[in-house]
């Protein structure tokens, strides 16, 4: 079975720090990727996705994510991040199981913004 | 304008009185589905449909029913609640999700007391 884990839980930078998220996967295939950010009180945002090609790809907001294989990563990052980046952001992989497409999702990261 | 809506967005209730939490999709997607998130445990996937009269279980199905009788709607019932299921609920559709992802809804936070 596919899973995803965010090791960190909190998260904080200054505002105009560079970020980088981390987000390990396991999954027996090639998978699909996503980052989402949820802001407080809202529902989940798509950033960006990965399904195949170029491993560096870019999102809205800023944000890129880079598919490392080797690593088994998809990392997310942000060269200057801004106070409204404050949020939670949750990786996940989509798979088809036996049971039809499913995306599992991590625990999460919270994202504190100092300015 | 694409969206997927959940009512109510709050909700508190007592112990055991039935509730239904409603959701909507306008994009005319195959796939819904409702998680429930919770402090440390991320998104859980409670029951999924891959479309209408076609629904299974998810993760953590106990306690929850669900119906697809219409492709747009999705409803998330849950019979006699108990206080563990205070959560927050989200709705999502798409057109496979393990390729395209979810489009969610804005939640449902759910007391029960």
């Known amino acids: 079975a596919q899973s995803v884990t965010q090791p960190d839980i909190h998260i904080t930078v200054s505002e105009g720090a560079s970020l980088e998220l981390r987000c390990n996967y396991s999954?027996?295939?090639?998978?699909?990727l996503f980052w989402y950010v949820q802001s407080p009180g809202q529902g989940l945002q798509l950033l960006l996705k990965?399904?195949?090609?170029?491993?560096l790809v870019q999102g809205i907001k800023g944000f890129e994510a880079e598919f490392k294989r080797s690593q088994s990563s998809f990392n997310l990052r942000k060269p200057s991040v801004h106070w409204s980046d404050a949020a939670e952001y949750f990786c996940a992989v989509g798979a088809v199981t036996g049971g039809g497409n499913k995306l599992t999702f991590g625990t999460g990261t919270q994202l504190k913004v100092e300015l | 304008e694409a969206q997927v809506t959940q009512n109510p967005r709050y909700l508190i209730t007592v112990t055991g009185k039935k509730l239904t939490v409603t959701c909507s999709q306008n994009?005319?997607?195959?796939?819904m589905s409702w998680y429930r998130q919770d402090p440390g445990l991320g998104l859980r996937q409670i029951y999924y449909s891959m479309n209408v009269e076609v629904t299974d279980k998810g993760d953590v199905p106990e306690g929850y029913k669900v119906s697809r009788k219409e492709k747009r709607n999705f409803p998330l019932i849950l019979e006699s609640p108990s206080p563990n299921q205070t959560s927050l609920y989200f709705c999502?559709?798409?057109?496979?999700?393990?390729?395209?992802?979810?489009?969610f809804g804005s939640g449902t936070r759910l007391t029960v007391v």
């Open positions: 990965y399904f195949s090609g170029d491993t």
């Open positions: 999954y027996g295939a090639t998978p699909y």
């Open positions: 999502a559709s798409s057109r496979q999700p393990s390729n395209y992802g979810y489009t």
């Open positions: 994009m005319n997607h195959e796939y």
